[in-house]
């Protein structure tokens, strides 16, 4: 399994959500409070974000665990943003190595991470790997699961659609195939989209409008919520959206009228 979060609000110091919070993603990657599988995350990190007028993101991942980068730090102090998104990372069996295997991955607006597992990885999937035009598969970043689930979210979203519509839609496809543990978490720098699915997810969202979605609560303080599982959650600046992934229905949006 892995850890993920995603920002989304007023400009801030990367590391105020990086690894200022008591138990964000730099506590998570060795001491994890709610991980169900797996007991820590150090087979590499990375972070993406966006700077002010270019909508392409930047990103810095590494293949080693986030605590012993000493890199990090520094650059976490002196890079602000009003959107990011980071993970740490721990291997599935049978799923490459390297920074290149780490999320976030990225295209165009785009950035993406997928907390689980995709059980009997990778011949189980070759239906899944089928949907996609030869081309595409040869784009894979890394031979891993979370590759390929990027891979089909992406050829979704270069067709058109919206971007919890892409999550939701290879989440479920991912499901049909096994037994799998799919929490996808995307951004586009204005808005973001993540599935609770197999594992758990939280959102917070702020007085100022910001809006954080973590694996994990970042603190003991208040305003986290528990995102149901197998539940499609959107957020933007006006408000979080939830959707049922098992019986997809009318959005549910958190701030209308009951």
Do not use: K
Not at 54 to 67: C, F, H, M, N, T
Not at 152 to 163: D, Q
Not at 207 to 212: A, I, K
Not at 214 to 243: H, I, K, M, Q
């Amino acid at each position: 399994m892995c850890r993920h979060f995603a920002y989304l609000g007023r400009p801030v110091p990367i590391r105020s959500v990086l690894l200022d919070p008591p138990y964000g993603l730099l506590r998570q990657s060795w001491a994890p409070r709610l991980q169900r599988h797996g007991t820590v995350n150090a087979d590499g990190y990375g972070v993406g974000w966006y700077a002010p007028g270019d909508e392409r993101p930047a990103r810095y991942r590494r293949e080693g665990p986030i605590w012993a980068d000493g890199d990090l730090a520094d650059l976490a102090r002196v890079v602000s943003s009003h959107a990011v998104l980071g993970a740490v990372r721990s291997a599935t069996a049978g799923c490459a190595a390297g920074a290149q295997a780490a999320a976030p991955f990225a295209a165009g607006r785009w950035l993406f991470s997928h907390n689980g597992v995709l059980p009997g990885w990778p011949g189980a999937f070759a239906p899944l790997a089928a949907l996609l035009p030869a081309a595409e598969l040869l784009e894979l970043e890394a031979r891993t699961d979370s590759a390929l689930l990027w891979a089909l979210v992406l050829n979704r979203l270069r067709a058109g659609a919206e971007l919890g519509e892409s999550l939701a839609e290879v989440c479920l496809l991912a499901a049909e195939s096994a037994e799998s543990r799919i929490n996808l978490l995307a951004t586009d720098g204005r808005s973001l989209a993540a599935t609770a699915w197999g594992d758990t997810l939280f959102q917070r969202r702020d007085p100022d409008g910001s809006v954080l979605l973590a694996s994990e609560p970042f603190d003991d303080g208040p305003g986290w919520s528990e995102v149901p599982d197998r539940t499609l959650l959107v957020a933007d600046a006006a408000g979080s959206s939830l959707t049922p992934l098992a019986a997809v229905g009318p959005r549910i949006r958190e701030d209308a009228p009951r």
